[in-house]
């Protein structure tokens, strides 16, 4: 069983959608998470930065911690045909260590 | 955040030659951080860069393969070694602050 899941989609929707993307993790000692998008070809860009378990929000985006069923969320409101790419989800116990996920291609159709 | 530039881009290498990329961080970082993302999958740490030490290689990773330098705390090199088309990738370079990290544009290598 991998440490972090990720569907990795593709995942297509219509623009104003609201999304949520998902993963779900198995060590309990995660206490920092992290949503980054990445364009294709680009590097990832650091979307949304969590400790332990509540909600953040940015904007149109979301993110969700809920530590007890080790689930992770991000929410999209108003999705933009600029919001398609790549999202990764992220977390680390503290330290260095950080494990990704898969990531799921997301498609928004204007 | 950090702003952490990346040099080359992309790249077109023949096989068997080696290519080194440049990492800059646009404030002292103590830990970067060098990974490969392969077509469609998602990141795969190669090593860890201390200022002052030899970088730590994950498993599957070798020194040979992909030396590391670290001459101060704001740049780094990863170099691909006589390569193959199996390393076509992009290469990331990254840095830590606090809890969260930092990525370049990353480098985009072709091996043909």
């Known amino acids: 069983q991998k440490e972090v899941e990720q569907d990795p989609g593709p995942l297509s929707v219509p623009e104003g959608a609201i999304v949520s993307l998902n993963c779900t993790y198995s060590?309990?000692?995660?206490?920092?998470f992290m949503w980054y998008r990445q364009y294709s070809r680009k590097g990832p860009e650091l979307l949304m930065y969590t400790y332990s378990s509540g909600n953040k929000e940015d904007g149109r985006f979301t993110a969700q911690v809920d530590k007890s069923s080790k689930y992770i969320s991000l929410f999209i409101r108003d999705s933009q045909p600029s919001d398609s790419a790549t999202y990764l989800c992220a977390m680390s116990a503290g330290g260095f260590k950080t494990i990704f996920g898969a990531g799921t291609r997301l498609f928004v159709k204007a | 955040s950090a702003v952490i530039s990346q040099k080359p881009s992309r790249d077109i290498c023949q096989r068997g030659t080696s290519l080194t990329i440049q990492c800059q961080v646009d404030?002292?970082?103590?830990?970067m951080f060098w990974y490969r993302q392969q077509p469609g999958q998602s990141l795969t740490l190669i090593a860890t860069?201390?200022?002052?030490?030899?970088?730590?290689?994950e498993s599957g990773f070798v020194i040979d393969k992909f030396p590391i330098s670290r001459p101060n705390l704001t740049f780094s090199t990863l170099t691909v070694s006589n390569m193959s088309p199996e390393d076509s990738s992009i290469y990331l370079c990254?840095?830590?602050?606090?809890?969260?990290?930092?990525f370049g544009e990353g480098s985009w290598l072709t091996v043909v």
């Open positions: 060590n309990s000692a995660f206490q920092y």
């Open positions: 404030s002292q970082v103590t830990m």
């Open positions: 860069a201390n200022q002052g030490s030899e970088a730590t290689y």
């Open positions: 990254s840095a830590s602050e606090g809890n969260t990290i930092y």
